[in-house]
C-alpha cells in the first residue's frame, strides 16, 4: 500500500502541480482564482492572482508559469464537506492562456478566445515539448442543457501561433506527451476515455482517420468514472485522476491497466513528480483541499524546461 502525507491542506479546489527545483510545489486554487506555492514544511504563498478559473499550469522555456485558465465554475457545497465545480457562472470571462512571471506574480494574456480565429471556452491542461511549443486541451463548458464541442491545440510560447489541431474532442481534460514527444495522450471526462495521438511534426498529428476520426482509444474502465488530469511516467505509463473511483489509473502504453493507486479524495484531479530521482509524487485531492506527497513506484517523467 502507498502511504501518503498530506503537505497542505484547507484549499480551494487545486489542481496543476508542478514540483520545482527547491522542493516546493506550484498549484492553483481553481475556485480562489489564485496561483500559490506550497513549500516542504506545508506553509502557502500567493504566487499571482489570475482570477477567474485558474487550471493546468506548465513551465515554459522562458521559465515562466503558463496557465491554462478556464474562465471559471459555479461550485456545489456537498453535504459530505465536498467542493464540487458546477456549470458556468454567471460571471463566466472566456477561456485563455497566460504567461506568469513566478518572481513578480505580473499576469498577461498570451491567447485569448477569438485570437487566430480559435475559439477557446475553457482550457484545462497543458504541456510542453522540447520545440518551445505546447499542446493544451478545452475542456469546454457545461450550461443548464447544452454542453461545448472543443478540441486540442497547440501554440507557440512566444504567442506568434495557435492552432486548434484536433477537433472535435469529448470535453478533453488531462493531455500529455510519451517520453519520446511521438505520442500525444488526452483524457476525455465524461466518456471517461485516454486517447493517443501519434505526433509527425511539433503541432502536427497523424491524421489517418479511425470510425471516429484520427487517434486511438487506448484505454476504458467500466463502472461509473470520469477521467481528469494525467501525468506520464519515465518508463511510458500514463497516470490517469480517476474522479469517482477516488485514485489514479496507470495505464500502459499498449491500452493495459497496470495498477490502481487509491486515495481517498472522489475527486482525485492530478498527479507530478519531483525529487532528485523522480519518485516524489504529488496529488491534488481537490474536493478536500488537499495536496498529498507519497512515493511513488516508478520515476515520473521529467519535463520539458522544467
Known amino acids: 500500500m502507498i502511504e501518503f502525507t498530506t503537505v497542505a491542506s484547507g484549499l480551494r479546489f487545486p489542481e496543476g502541480p508542478v514540483a520545482m527545483a527547491d522542493a516546493s510545489v506550484i498549484l492553483v486554487e481553481i475556485a480562489a482564482g489564485r496561483i500559490i506555492r506550497v ?30 485558465n478556464n474562465g471559471g465554475f459555479d461550485y456545489l457545497n456537498h453535504p459530505s464537506g465536498l467542493l464540487i465545480p458546477h456549470g458556468q457562472p454567471v460571471d463566466y470571462s472566456g477561456g485563455r492562456i497566460e504567461r506568469i512571471d513566478v518572481a513578480t506574480g505580473a499576469v498577461e494574456t498570451l491567447y485569448g478566445d477569438g485570437d487566430f ?92 482517420a479511425g470510425l471516429g476520426g484520427p487517434g486511438i482509444p487506448l484505454y476504458r474502465p467500466g463502472g461509473y468514472k470520469f477521467f481528469d488530469s494525467l501525468g506520464v511516467e519515465e518508463c511510458g505509463n500514463i497516470c490517469v485522476a480517476t474522479i469517482g473511483e477516488c485514485g489514479i489509473s496507470v495505464v500502459s502504453p499498449e491500452g ?51
Not at 493546468?56 to 521559465?63: K, S
Not at 475527486?267 to 523522480?278: H, L, P
Open 39 to 68: 513549500r516542504p514544511n506545508g506553509a502557502t504563498e500567493t504566487v499571482a492572482e489570475p482570477g477567474s478559473g485558474p487550471n493546468g499550469l506548465a513551465i515554459g522555456p522562458d521559465g515562466k508559469l503558463y496557465c491554462c
Open 117 to 208: 480565429s480559435c475559439v477557446l471556452r475553457g482550457p484545462n491542461d497543458l504541456v510542453f515539448d522540447g520545440q518551445g511549443g505546447f499542446w493544451f486541451t478545452d475542456h469546454g463548458k457545461t450550461r443548464e442543457r447544452e454542453r461545448d464541442i472543443t478540441g486540442i491545440f497547440y501554440a507557440r510560447a512566444d504567442g506568434s501561433s495557435l492552432r486548434e489541431v484536433i477537433f472535435p474532442s469529448e470535453n478533453p481534460n488531462g493531455v500529455g506527451l510519451s517520453p519520446d514527444g511521438r505520442r500525444l495522450y488526452a483524457a476525455e471526462t465524461y466518456t471517461c476515455r485516454l486517447m493517443a495521438f501519434d505526433v509527425t511534426a511539433p503541432g502536427e498529428i497523424d491524421r489517418t
Open 256 to 306: 493495459e491497466l497496470v495498477e490502481f493507486v487509491p486515495t481517498d479524495d472522489p475527486f482525485t484531479t492530478n498527479i507530478c513528480w519531483g525529487g532528485e530521482d523522480m519518485r516524489d509524487a504529488y496529488i491534488t485531492l481537490s474536493g478536500t483541499g488537499r495536496l498529498v506527497k507519497c512515493r511513488w513506484p516508478r520515476p515520473g517523467l521529467r519535463l520539458a524546461h522544467a
